[in-house]
Nanobody, 117 residues
Framework: QVQLVESGGGLVQPGGSLRLSCAASGRVQNIYEMAWYRQSSGKERELVAKQFSSGRTEYAAFVNGRFTISRHSDKKVADLQMNNLKPEDTAVYYC???????????WGQGTAVTVSS
């Protein structure tokens, strides 16, 4: 069974940076897709960024060059570097791992990010 453990959330001032990390445990490697989603109060969960095992990435429009997703450690770890954070980035950020080949669709427990002065 694959478990995802997230870390790196916290409180940061507008314009600041945070780095989130998501590590997948279990007998998996080279996971097909790892992604970061977020959910703010009263809103639906939305995609922030994803990276495929090929290296191809996708970003939500609101990222606008501020965030970078990267993977390492046999592609079992997905980091999200977030720069120039804005108050509207405040949310709980969730890691997701998917791999149709092994019927994997796992979610982390979420890590809270608060952007406030």
């Amino acid at each position: 069974q694959v478990q995802l453990v997230e870390s790196g959330g916290g409180l940061v001032q507008p314009g600041g940076s945070l780095r989130l990390s998501c590590a997948a445990s279990g007998r998996v490697q080279n996971i097909y897709e790892m992604a970061w989603y977020r959910q703010s109060s009263g809103k639906e969960r939305e995609l922030v960024a994803k990276q495929f095992s090929s290296g191809r990435t996708e970003y939500a429009a609101f990222v606008n060059g501020r965030f970078t997703i990267s993977r390492h450690s046999d592609k079992k770890v997905a980091d999200l570097q977030m720069n120039n954070l804005k108050p509207e980035d405040t949310a709980v950020y969730y890691c997701n791992a998917r791999d149709p080949g092994i019927v994997l669709d796992a979610w982390g427990q979420g890590t809270a990010v608060t952007v406030s002065s």
